[in-house]
């Protein structure tokens, strides 16, 4: 399959890409991995004259274990290198499982952490793993600089808030408190290459060992236009101990937050079904890992 | 119009003009007559057109040729030393894990990727790895196996 004409531009510096985007206007997309954007142009879904490459652009591919308490990730950062970060897999479990699990090997090793937010699809891998730690995007072009919520990024399918002059450049995540679990499952019908039915994350704080939930998070993707987090079913389990019961009644409640359609992947019920188990799985996977929690 | 890019390929400096919607498969079959690299569905979804760029096995359908500028690409005619084939090739062929063949020289790259990571994987690990490569005909049985079986030689070979 061939790819259309355009012009390939690789700006060295930050400052180079930020005004070669707001020079182009909307007819400049950026490429990253190009995993997504490659296949798009050649099924001719997307036609941009030029390409503004961040190969050169330095320090967008490095996970940074900030000074404070937390991590900034370059939205560069490919889904392998996340998957086999020892910091990433201790302390943010969900984004390094998300990452493994986003299609093969040979995909993972170019596909980029900032591509997978910035196209915005509702059944991408990383969304609902940046939504149970309630990550900051730093969005910059070259004239101003703004930080947003993971949450209120998306917009529907394939849609954020993103301007076409802007670029993310950044997404910092705090290091969950002590007695933190948490967990990712992706629903597919196989176990590779594949685009989920249903995926969703999970973080869940003790207050101590055999305490009450004091925080919880749980967020769902392929199951409305835009990734969800399911607030009900947060509210319902906080102060609660854990137990089967209330994981389950959780997951019955998390469905109602939930607009899936039918489709060649799944039909809407079907969804649904899996929605309430794998809410309920996935939290009870989280409480798992939160009593083995480590400093 | 075209540009110039410097690579390493299989071992060997390359400086060639490239169209900038050229990818590198395109760029390794047609420019440098590299056939053993197979163009299959262009998507990113079959894995024959897999690659090692930099030491990472990836699908070279979905690379720009001008982004392998400055890089490192093996390719499956890199692998074999003096007329002597690479315990791979010779356990794929010894375990009979070609049939049509297409789907081979990814499979291979994919393995050796796998094999520099970790010299002696589980069937998990060697399942994973291959994730991302289709194969139509072998049912991946005897592939596994193969590089299993390649996975002793070479840490055998290393010991020694």
């Not at chain 1, 490429?31 to 390409?51: N, W």
């Not at chain 1, 290459?193 to 995926?199: A, C, K, Q």
């Not at chain 1, 019955?252 to 649904?272: F, K, L, Q």
Request: charged share 20%; glycine share 10%; with cysteine.
């Amino acid at each position: 399959m061939l790819l259309p004409n355009f012009e390939y531009i690789e700006p060295t510096t930050l400052e180079e890409a930020l005004r070669l985007l707001s020079d182009m206007g909307g007819n400049a997309r950026v490429i990253a991995g190009g995993t997504d954007l490659l296949v798009r142009m050649k099924l001719k879904i997307e036609k941009p004259s030029q390409l503004i490459s961040l190969r050169k652009v330095p320090g967008l591919n490095q996970v940074i274990k900030r000074e404070t308490h937390g991590v900034s990730i370059g939205p560069a950062v490919t889904a392998a290198d996340l998957a086999r970060n020892e910091f990433i897999r201790d302390k943010f479990a969900p984004l390094a499982t998300a990452a493994g699990k986003l299609g093969a090997p040979v995909i993972r090793n170019r596909a980029t952490i900032g591509g997978n937010l910035v196209n915005g699809r509702p059944a991408a891998d990383f969304p609902p793993a940046c939504m149970v730690f309630d990550a900051i995007l730093k969005l910059k072009s070259a004239t101003n600089e703004r930080e947003i919520l993971v949450g209120e990024f998306f917009r529907g399918p394939g849609e954020t808030i993103i301007e076409p002059n802007e670029l993310l450049v950044g997404i910092f995540m705090e290091t969950p408190a002590p007695w933190t679990g948490g967990s990712y499952i992706k629903l597919g019908a196989r176990k590779a290459l594949e685009i989920s039915m249903v995926n969703v994350a999970v973080m869940l704080t003790l207050q101590e060992p055999l305490g009450p939930i004091v925080d919880v998070k749980i967020a769902l993707g392929a199951v409305a236009p835009t990734p969800v987090r399911a607030f009900a079913a947060e509210q319902y389990l906080m102060g609660r101990h854990p137990s089967e019961k209330v994981f389950s009644e959780a997951g019955a409640i998390g469905v109602g937050m939930c607009h899936p359609i039918t489709d060649h992947r799944g039909t809407m019920e079907y969804r649904c079904l899996m929605i309430e188990t794998l809410t309920s799985r996935a939290l009870n996977l989280a409480y798992q890992n939160a009593l083995a929690w480590k400093p | 119009m075209k540009k110039i890019i410097r690579l390493t390929v299989n071992g060997e400096p390359v400086e060639a003009a490239v169209a900038q919607n050229q990818t590198l498969v395109q760029f390794l079959r047609e420019d440098l007559g590299l056939t053993g690299t197979k163009h299959g569905c262009g998507l990113g979804d079959c894995g024959a057109c897999t690659v090692i760029l930099d030491g990472k096995a990836v699908n070279s359908c979905l690379v720009l040729a001008i982004q392998a500028n400055g890089s490192e690409v093996l390719t499956i005619e890199g692998l074999a030393e003096n007329g002597k084939l690479h315990p791979l090739q010779q356990a794929f062929v010894d375990k009979g894990a070609i049939q049509c063949g297409f789907c081979t020289p990814g499979m291979i790259l994919s393995a050796k990727a796998l094999l520099e990571e970790k010299p002696n994987p589980t069937e998990l690990e060697i399942r994973t790895a291959l994730s991302g490569n289709l194969c139509r005909c072998t049912g991946y049985q005897k592939i596994v196996e193969a590089i299993d079986d390649a996975a002793k030689v070479m840490s055998g070979r290393e010991e020694s």
